[in-house]
């Protein structure tokens, strides 16, 4: 089907727009009060991922309630290591907990390699009912984590602040490391290929936990396998957003992607000059800029589109939203971005 808005495809294909697209990571979540409410119906955040017609009642809530220029399907990367057998609950207040984790020979014995339509086909549910949907209004972004963020949860079985068992194991047991993340890699390569199949306009990988590695580690545990995923997927363009990353830029910018994702700590021209001219750029305001009065969001918002310049950028934020933020500071980012970009053309 024709998109009517296709702003963000054509920024990411790195064409000249008439404005800058504008959409945020997490927008779908808890800083809209009729999320909350979808949410508080049912038994928790796992429910809502899987049951298709409410995750795509609240992929599409953003695009009516804020105007953004692209819908991002409703579900989390944690759906991969539980297509593959290590099944994760969600803790209210705290975050993903696994109550298996992979740690040994032995632990990777019962690991399979996820299966998208048999596994994953409540995600492909939801984005067939988001495309039907959104009758065309905006593209629907796509989403997986990079390999080795998914190997720092199924490895560490939670967030942590230093993920020492996840960087330890890199050193303790390579090659355990390795046939992890590549039995990772390939189940994520076959699950964006289903989500393109079944919708997807374009894809995104987040690579969270970049920043917590050396470069060395990072070329070697992390950037090869982001590589093979982008040499995999060929349909659609495709965005890696390694967050922290910032010792990495040259090399993501040699990546068979077209947008790299940057965070608010990574300073915009040199990134250009790093990243280089033929990819787009994606980001990069600090979410807390969006705690500050409506002046100032305005102010941070204008500069952020001054820097990065009118073409081969996507605004969005640093990384996701904070769940406090209030919506209504962040309609004046959006619409600052909208008005305000096209005077720079
Ligand atoms: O709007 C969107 O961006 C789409 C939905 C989305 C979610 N998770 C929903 C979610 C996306 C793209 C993600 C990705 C994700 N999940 C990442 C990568 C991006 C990043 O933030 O770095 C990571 C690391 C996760 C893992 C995860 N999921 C954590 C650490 C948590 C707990 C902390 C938190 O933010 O709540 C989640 C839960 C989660 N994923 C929620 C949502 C809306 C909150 C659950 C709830 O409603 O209570």
Redesign the pocket.
């Known amino acids: 089907m024709q998109l009517q808005n296709d702003l963000l495809l054509r920024a990411a294909r790195g064409e000249k727009t008439e404005r800058t697209p504008v959409w945020l ?6 800083i809209l009060p009729e999320y909350r409410a979808v ?1 508080n119906s049912l038994s928790g ?1 796992i429910e809502l991922v899987q049951t298709p017609e409410l995750a795509a009642e609240v992929t599409i809530q953003p695009v009516d309630l804020l105007g953004v220029d692209a819908a ?1 399907i ?5 759906v991969i290591p539980e297509a593959m057998g290590l099944p994760y609950e ?1 803790v209210e207040k705290k ?2 907990f696994f109550p298996d984790t992979i740690r040994s020979e032995k632990d990777m014995k019962g690991l399979r390699q996820a299966d998208p339509e048999s596994d994953l086909g409540y995600v492909l549910e939801a984005i067939r009912i988001t495309k039907r949907e959104l009758n065309g209004r905006v593209p629907l972004i796509g ?1 997986a ?1 990079a390999p080795w ?1 998914i190997f720092a949860y199924m490895t560490e079985g939670s ?1 942590s602040k230093t993920f020492s068992v996840a960087r330890g194991l890199l050193y303790r047991n390579p090659a355990l490391a390795h046939a992890l993340l590549e039995k990772i890699t390939d189940s994520t390569i076959a699950y964006l290929k289903a989500q393109i199949a079944a919708g997807a306009d374009i894809v995104q990988v ?1 690579d ?1 936990w970049a920043g917590i590695l050396s470069p060395d580690q990072y070329e070697a545990f992390s950037l090869k396998y982001i590589d093979k995923i982008c040499r995999a997927i060929t349909e659609v363009p495709v965005t890696v957003f390694a ?1 922290g990353a910032y010792f990495a830029r040259k090399a993501i910018g040699k990546l068979d992607c077209r947008t790299v994702g940057l965070d608010w700590n990574m300073d915009i021209q040199e990134s250009r000059e790093l990243v280089g001219k033929e990819k787009t750029l994606q980001g990069n305001l600090d979410p807390c800029a969006l705690y500050g009065s409506y002046d100032q969001v305005r102010e941070a918002t204008k500069k952020m589109l001054d820097a990065f310049g009118p073409y081969r950028h996507i605004a969005n934020l640093g ?2 939203v904070y769940p406090d933020t209030d919506p209504d500071k962040v309609r004046c980012f959006i619409d600052t971005v909208k008005e305000y970009s096209t005077t720079l053309r």
């Open positions: 990571m997490r927008q779908a979540g808890r949410r955040f991002i409703f579900s989390d990367i944690l969600m975050g993903p989403f984590g963020t967030g987040f969270s967050k990384h996701g």
